[in-house]
């Protein structure tokens, strides 16, 4: 038996990645101890090689990003959670509420710099009435018609149900529904994915435990499936969670997309692998609907493009594989449709300690949030997009994480208040240009798109959805 010399031999090579590289290769869903095996391996280059390669099959040599605005209305909220360094009580010093003329202001400067989104959030603020939503929406649309408004996370909607006097402990999705019905009236696009941290009993307590807790996250995501509206979601991990509980989020969402490709017509696995004992998902009957292996059809909002879906019906023909594909009749010319309805990406979030409750925690290392990164794009096998949020990562980082696992990195930002990587202050601004520079560089070619993941094509100032 030859023997190596440690120059000659392979570090960190692990075997127990074979089986799973197996599993990834043939597109199947991947298990909780699958998850564990990632976490846990010393070989994390595999595990971000085989990202990398979900990430390549689902958007072959190119990377996203989206010329935006996030404007945070309030920081005044009426809960205190751990991990937050952006809340402030009424009067604290700090505190502020944006009035209507400031957010007129805002609206006009997102016009005029090229904008194609709003991201819109803020703080549970008891002091503002229902109709502040509903102005600050309507106004914008007025002022912009061509910017998407993504506004407002699960718990705020919560809490303007209350405010509205919708909500009803009885059943609070159908306050939630009222709002969401307003606020699309009014102009809402699309929601972000924020406030969903990570889905677990125990860390809720320990973390957030004033905050909506798993259940009702998800409700406020499924009215807003059921009403056509695209949404995103988050896992803020690194500060009182485990692996495991950050493995049982990725299942709770995973199976949360199941349920919304499901309702859209997607086929998928009766007999794929749902993970026992976690309440949340358990409750859904959905099949297990995979879209990383080399024959899924991504949702979009256009309906499924035609040529694309004919391709994949003729191979469907010639192999009993159906996962991730629509049923016959769908997705023909005649029968495109808009498709709205479904999680559009993950964005993964590193808890930052400063100035937080818990400020006493590290935080998670940079090979940590790869790691994390690189899982996130492996379990999440339904969800389109893995966004890297450059604001807490930094822009160096998310270049590198377009190497494992994400595909996208929102965007040009300008203000942005909750947390940042680097720099002092609000003022969290970069360019297309070095967006498509660090994008150019990370050897794919830079699509701007628009908040459903529609390319956008420029001339000037002019901007339109399409080539
Ligand atoms: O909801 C709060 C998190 C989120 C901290 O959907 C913290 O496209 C780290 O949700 N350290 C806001 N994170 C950001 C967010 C987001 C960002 C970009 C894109 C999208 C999208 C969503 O930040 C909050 C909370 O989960 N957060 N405090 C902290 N100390």
Request: glycine share 8%; net charge negative; with cysteine.
């Given at each position: 038996m030859m023997t190596l010399t440690p120059s000659q031999s392979v570090p960190n090579l692990d075997p127990a990645i074979e089986s799973i590289r197996e599993k990834v290769l043939a597109g199947q869903r991947l298990t909780l101890d699958d998850g564990k095996v990632l976490y846990e391996t010393r070989d994390i280059w595999s595990v971000i090689e085989l990202a990398k390669l979900v990430r390549d099959r689902?958007?072959?040599?190119?990377?996203?990003?989206?010329?935006?605005?996030?404007?945070?209305?309030?920081?005044?909220?009426?809960?205190?959670?751990?991990?937050?360094?952006?809340?402030?009580?009424?009067?604290?010093?700090?505190?502020?509420?944006?009035?209507?003329?400031?957010?007129?202001?805002?609206?006009?400067?997102?016009?005029?710099?090229?904008?194609?989104?709003?991201?819109?959030?803020?703080?549970?603020?008891?002091?503002?009435?229902?109709?502040?939503?509903?102005?600050?929406?309507?106004?914008?649309?007025?002022?912009?018609?061509?910017?998407?408004?993504?506004?407002?996370?699960?718990?705020?909607?919560?809490?303007?149900?209350?405010?509205?006097?919708?909500?009803?402990?009885?059943?609070?999705?159908?306050?939630?529904?009222?709002?969401?019905?307003?606020?699309?009236?009014?102009?809402?696009?699309?929601?972000?994915?924020?406030?969903?941290?990570?889905?677990?009993?125990?860390?809720?307590?320990?973390?957030?435990?004033?905050?909506?807790?798993?259940?009702?996250?998800?409700?406020?995501?499924l009215v807003a499936h059921e009403l056509g509206l695209n949404t995103n979601c988050t896992m803020l991990y690194g500060h009182v969670d485990k692996q495991d509980e950050r493995l049982r989020h990725m299942e709770i969402l995973r199976r949360s997309q199941d349920q919304a490709l499901h309702r859209l017509g997607y086929e998928g696995d009766a007999d794929g692998y749902i993970a026992s004992g976690i309440v949340e998902s358990e409750q859904i009957s959905a099949p297990v609907i995979t879209l990383s292996g080399e024959r899924a059809v991504l949702p979009t909002p256009d309906g499924i493009n035609s040529q694309r879906a004919a391709t994949v019906k003729e191979r469907s023909s010639e192999s009993s594989d159906k996962q991730g594909l629509l049923p016959d009749g769908r997705g023909s010319s005649e029968s495109d449709q808009v498709l709205g309805g479904y999680y559009q990406t993950i964005t993964p979030l590193p808890f930052f300690p400063d100035g937080s409750a818990l400020e006493n925690l590290p935080g998670p290392t940079g090979l940590e949030n790869l790691r994390t990164l690189a899982i996130t794009r492996l379990m999440l096998d339904n969800f389109p997009h893995?966004?890297?949020?450059?604001?807490?990562?930094?822009?160096?980082?998310?270049?590198?994480?377009?190497?494992?696992?994400?595909?996208?990195?929102?965007?040009?930002?300008?203000?942005?208040?909750?947390?940042?990587?680097?720099?002092?202050?609000?003022?969290?601004?970069?360019?297309?240009?070095?967006?498509?520079?660090?994008?150019?560089?990370?050897?794919?070619?830079?699509?701007?798109?628009?908040?459903?993941?529609?390319?956008?094509?420029?001339?000037?100032?002019?901007?339109?959805?399409?080539?």
């Open positions: 689902m958007h072959p040599g190119v990377a996203y990003y989206n010329i935006n605005r996030h404007l945070n209305y309030s920081n005044v909220c009426a809960l205190a959670c751990k991990f937050c360094e952006f809340a402030r009580k009424q009067g604290d010093e700090g505190a502020y509420t944006r009035e209507l003329g400031d957010i007129k202001e805002q609206g006009h400067k997102a016009l005029e710099s090229g904008a194609t989104e709003m991201h819109i959030v803020g703080g549970l603020n008891p002091y503002l009435p229902f109709a502040y939503y509903t102005d600050m929406l309507s106004t914008l649309r007025e002022i912009a018609p061509q910017i998407h408004l993504k506004a407002f996370t699960a718990v705020e909607l919560v809490h303007l149900a209350r405010i509205a006097k919708a909500y009803t402990r009885d059943d609070p999705k159908v306050g939630v529904r009222w709002v969401l019905e307003r606020l699309k009236e009014a102009g809402l696009g699309s929601l972000p994915g924020g406030g969903a941290e990570v889905f677990d009993e125990r860390v809720h307590k320990e973390a957030f435990k004033t905050k909506i807790g798993a259940h009702e996250w998800l409700d406020v995501h893995v966004k890297a949020f450059w604001i807490m990562q930094s822009l160096p980082m998310a270049q590198v994480m377009l190497e494992a696992g994400a595909d996208d990195i929102d965007g040009t930002v300008v203000w942005y208040d909750i947390t940042k990587a680097v720099g002092e202050g609000t003022h969290q601004e970069t360019t297309e240009l070095d967006l498509k520079r660090a994008i150019e560089e990370a050897g794919y070619t830079p699509i701007e798109r628009d908040t459903l993941y529609r390319r956008v094509t420029r001339d000037g100032s002019r901007w339109w959805v399409g080539d």
